[in-house]
């Protein structure tokens, strides 16, 4: 059998370079590779910890997610692509670990203290939305509860299925570290129930903002991202105006040349070639034509996924049809799992 690799991806809005380099290009890359039981999946319940103004733009986000897997290249005959709300053993399971994890390791999560830091901010300043019914109270008290147990439920879509190896950013491996110690604390009370996840990193694990390279590219700051759907007159536009340093020279060093190596590392990815051997063929070049080759790079290595995530957009009924397959496969497997935990627990 071959050893199962797992990931998912919330619908959460436009899909950037990031989220591509980071992420989805390398679950094509280990579907096609043929050596894994590759798992895909929406995580349309963790996506809930940011309510959406209404059901119709979360029903978008999903269908539009789901469009972006396959205009990639993941492929329903090679993986099994399943949506997460369509599987109900991860919210139970998400229960039962619930009660083995300890507060204090949720509230130490990067994530959950960043992401709770800009809702608060958002509650303060009373936006617009769901979230208006929500009196705004000081400080954590009114996060919502969601962002703090999102690592439960991550590594209940994680341990259901005995997956070896999980492909995800850099921003992730904090959590796969709380699945591993989870599954380890279960199986050390209940006996040996799950696999300990290892992460799988691309060389470009944390992909930088074009307009702060001192941060990563992310969507809660668009104008530092390119997004998968861009135009290509958007895309050399970003490229452009990428903030760089005031040197001269194309060199990868990215603690003192962050933005220039940023883009030294786009181009490597899509290239193929190390970003030291990019800097010896720029050696000479100027920043304005360098950013001009990047541009073109990207464009032409994103033309693909264009061109299919329109014909997607244009056949929904293909797009629905890939992931009900893979919900089956999905709840098939995680149902035996779920009985397995339930056993172990005292429930069955
Ligand atoms: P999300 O949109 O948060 O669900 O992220 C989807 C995937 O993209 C996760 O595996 C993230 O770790 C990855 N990712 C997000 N931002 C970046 C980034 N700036 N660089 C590399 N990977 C990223
Ligand atoms: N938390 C991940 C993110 O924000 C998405 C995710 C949910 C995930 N469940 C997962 C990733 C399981 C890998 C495995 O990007």
């Not at 800009?118 to 996060?143: L, N, Y």
């Not at 070639?273 to 034509?289: I, V």
Request: aromatic share 8%; net charge positive; with cysteine.
């Amino acid at each position: 059998m071959k050893p199962t690799t797992i990931s998912g991806v919330q619908p959460s809005g436009r899909l950037h370079l990031g989220n591509y380099l980071g992420a989805l290009k390398n679950f094509v890359e280990l579907q096609n590779a043929g050596e894994y039981n590759p798992f895909f999946f929406i995580a349309d319940l963790h996506s809930l910890t940011e309510f959406p103004k209404t059901a119709d733009e979360k029903q978008k986000q999903i269908f539009d997610l789901a469009a972006d897997f396959l205009a990639a290249g993941l492929d329903p005959k090679q993986s099994t692509l399943f949506i997460q709300s369509a599987v109900p053993a991860h919210a139970e399971t998400y229960w039962i670990l619930g009660s083995l994890t300890p507060l204090g390791e949720l509230g130490r999560m990067t994530q959950f203290k960043d992401k709770g830091k800009i809702e608060t901010q958002k509650k303060e300043k009373k936006e617009d939305g769901f979230i208006k019914a929500v009196e705004a109270r000081e400080g954590r008290e009114s996060v919502n509860a969601g962002l703090l147990t999102y690592p439960i439920l991550m590594a209940s879509d994680i341990l259901l299925y005995d997956a070896e190896t999980v492909p995800v950013g850099e921003d992730q491996l904090q959590h796969l570290e709380f699945t591993r110690t989870l599954a380890r604390k279960f199986n050390n009370t209940f006996g040996k129930t799950f696999v300990e996840p290892k992460p799988i990193l691309t060389s470009t694990p944390r992909l930088m903002s074009l307009d702060d390279p001192t941060k990563k590219m992310s969507k809660s700051s668009p104008s530092g991202c390119v997004f998968l759907d861009d135009t290509p007159e958007t895309i050399t536009e970003k490229i452009k105006r990428a903030v760089t340093d005031s040197g001269k020279t194309i060199e990868y060093d990215p603690l003192n040349r962050p933005g220039i190596s940023n883009l030294l590392l786009i181009l490597s990815a899509f290239s193929g070639m190390s970003p030291k051997k990019l800097e010896k063929d720029f050696s000479g070049t100027g920043y304005g034509e360098f950013k001009t080759m990047v541009a073109e790079k990207i464009i032409a290595s994103l033309e693909p996924f264009r061109k299919k995530k329109l014909f997607f957009k244009r056949n929904p009924s293909l797009v629905k049809k890939a992931f009900e397959k893979g919900n089956k496969t999905a709840e098939k497997q995680s149902g035996k799992k779920l009985m397995e935990i339930k056993k172990k627990v005292g429930l069955l």
